[in-house]
């Protein structure tokens, strides 16, 4: 039995209208527009404003349903919604059940997924290999962080990083059995998990951690920690991609890589000699928006023409539990 291949029918983005600039930081953090420039590469990021009633539900909702109307779909022709993200309004019910009856998706199952900026590459890979088993025709994935809702405004080294969005695709089975994922890697490393983490109860915060009135519910990241991680990570997870389908460097079209900090992304491209045209980068305007980054992204790309049918395209991803993951694709 052949089974078949998965296309991405189409694909979506939202982000708030709100900018919170690096100007804006220097009136709130001991910080400047020089320093974060150099650090990170960010400009600006875009945060929700909750008294218009934005969060995450709304950005995920209307990222999916662009993402449908890109694939002249609507949400009753789902029949499965993964939402990833670790900034859901509530655990019960999941988000991805209030999207489903926002748009009339019923009777979709649907679930949140939690793997912190690996959000959305783990649930592409879990959807395809869904959609290609047979067992669903059409499902809604979604990335979506609101970080401004989680981060601690007086911590440098934090509050500089992130912002809010969300990314989201619909994907179909396809004739082509060539098409769709033809490698993926979703791993993680619980030991690391003191490095990116959001206590809630006191006893959850690591013990020995500096920093005074640590603020309960807020991201808590050893940055240094985190960027060694990230640096390795990205070059291993590329390497293995192309080690394990035989591909080259010139054979992608595009390296969809999560927006973590310009020194990362950077580090990679030098390091596996990517040339600057095949690696997108958008922190500089969006800032770090966790598992809404890589849908982003894949979004801005595919509307600009930068990715085509037939493409070959890799998602690479990591973050907080420690997680990373890659998605190899024939788009």
């Not at 500089?160 to 979703?186: S, Y």
């Not at 990362?264 to 980068?281: F, N, Q, R, T």
Request: with cysteine.
């Amino acid at each position: 039995m052949t089974l078949p291949g998965v296309r991405i029918a189409g694909t979506g983005s939202a982000v708030p209208e709100r900018r919170l600039t690096n100007a804006d930081l220097e009136a709130i953090v001991d910080t400047s527009d020089e320093w974060i420039r150099k650090r990170t590469g960010i400009v600006e990021r875009r945060i929700i404003d909750p008294s218009k009633g934005e969060g995450q539900l709304s950005l995920a909702t209307d990222a999916l349903r662009a993402a449908l109307d890109d694939a002249n779909m609507v949400g009753a022709d789902l029949d499965l919604i993964i939402n990833a993200s670790v900034t859901t309004e509530m655990t019960c019910p999941s988000n991805a059940h209030r999207i489903a009856a926002t748009l009339d998706a019923q009777p979709a199952g649907a679930f949140d997924m939690q793997a912190a900026c690996s959000g959305f590459v783990y649930a592409i890979n879990l959807a395809d290999s869904l959609v290609r088993s047979g067992r669903h025709k059409a499902i809604g994935v979604i990335g979506c962080d609101v970080m401004s809702s989680v981060v601690d405004y007086t911590d440098r080294g934090v509050s500089i990083l992130f912002g809010d969005a969300a990314g989201a695709c619909v994907l179909v089975p396809d004739e082509n059995p060539d098409r769709g994922c033809i490698h993926q890697v979703i791993e993680g490393d619980g030991r690391g998990w003191e490095a990116l983490y959001m206590p809630r109860r006191e006893e959850d915060v690591v013990e020995g951690a500096t920093g005074e009135n640590i603020r309960l519910g807020c991201l808590r990241m050893d940055g240094r920690g985190v960027f060694r991680f990230a640096v390795t990570k990205f070059q291993q997870v590329i390497e293995l991609a192309l080690e394990q389908t035989g591909l080259s460097v010139d054979d992608v079209a595009q390296f969809v890589c999560h927006q973590s900090n310009v020194r990362i992304i950077e580090s990679a491209k030098a390091k596996l000699g990517l040339p600057d045209d095949k690696v997108y980068i958008n922190i500089d305007h969006y800032g770090n928006s966790s598992a809404g980054s890589v849908g982003l992204c894949f979004d801005q790309l595919r509307k600009a023409g930068k990715i085509v049918d037939g493409d070959i395209v890799v998602l690479v991803a990591f973050g907080g539990g420690m997680t990373w993951a890659s998605s190899v694709w024939r788009v």
